[in-house]
């Protein structure tokens, strides 16, 4: 089951930084974790 969750995550990321902008900071931290996290599991 090859399934892409980078592309969804970013999605999501996007909806919930135009719906609450002030947390932006903190969208982007988790995104940044979340995808590291994948690319240090997926090696």
Do not use: S
Request: charge should be positive; avoid cysteine; hydrophobic fraction near 65%.
């Amino acid at each position: 089951m090859n399934f892409a969750i980078e592309p969804l995550l970013a999605l999501v990321m996007g909806i919930l930084i135009l719906m609450v902008p002030r947390f932006l900071n903190y969208f982007v931290a988790v995104y940044l974790i979340v995808t590291g996290v994948l690319g240090l599991v997926n090696r």
